[in-house]
Nanobody, 120 residues
Framework: QVQLVESGGGLVQAGGSLRLSCAASGIIFSIDTMGWYRQAPGKQRELVASITSGDSTTYADSVKGRFTISRDNAKNTVNLQMNSLKPEDTAVYYC??????????????WGQGTQVTVSS
C-alpha cells in the first residue's frame, strides 16, 4: 500500500560527496517525520538525520556540519546530501517515514536500503 524507494548510494573516496533520495508512494494521506538511518556491519541501526513536516531537523553528532536533510512535501520525497564523507560513514542507509494512509492508518515505513561505501 505504501512504498519507499531509495536511490543514490554508491562508492566514493573519503572527502567526496553523495546525495541520497527517497520517494514515498501509495495511498498516502500525509507524512509526518521522514528520516535516514544507517547500519554498519556488526552495529545497530542508528539515526542519521530526520526532518518533520514543518522542516525541523535533527542530526546525529557524527554528521553535523557534513550532512543536510531536506524534503519536498508535494512530492513525498526526502533527500540526504552527504559531504566530506569519511570511511566511518560506510553503511547501508535506510529511509524511514511516519505515514498516515488514506485509510487513516498510521505506521512507520522503511525503504529497502542503499549501500554507501567510503574508501580511504
Amino acid at each position: 500500500q505504501v512504498q519507499l524507494v531509495e536511490s543514490g548510494g554508491g562508492l566514493v573516496q573519503a572527502g567526496g560527496s553523495l546525495r541520497l533520495s527517497c520517494a514515498a508512494s501509495g495511498i498516502i494521506f500525509s507524512i509526518d517525520t521522514m528520516g535516514w538511518y544507517r547500519q554498519a556491519p556488526g552495529k545497530q541501526r542508528e539515526l542519521v538525520a530526520s526532518i518533520t513536516s514543518g522542516d525541523s531537523t535533527t542530526y546525529a553528532d557524527s554528521v553535523k556540519g557534513r550532512f543536510t536533510i531536506s524534503r519536498d512535501n508535494a512530492k513525498n520525497t526526502v533527500n540526504l546530501q552527504m559531504n566530506s564523507l569519511k570511511p566511518e560513514d560506510t553503511a547501508v542507509y535506510y529511509c524511514n517515514a511516519d505515514i498516515m494512509t488514506t485509510l487513516r492508518r498510521q505506521f512507520s515505513s522503511w525503504g529497502q536500503g542503499t549501500q554507501v561505501t567510503v574508501s580511504s
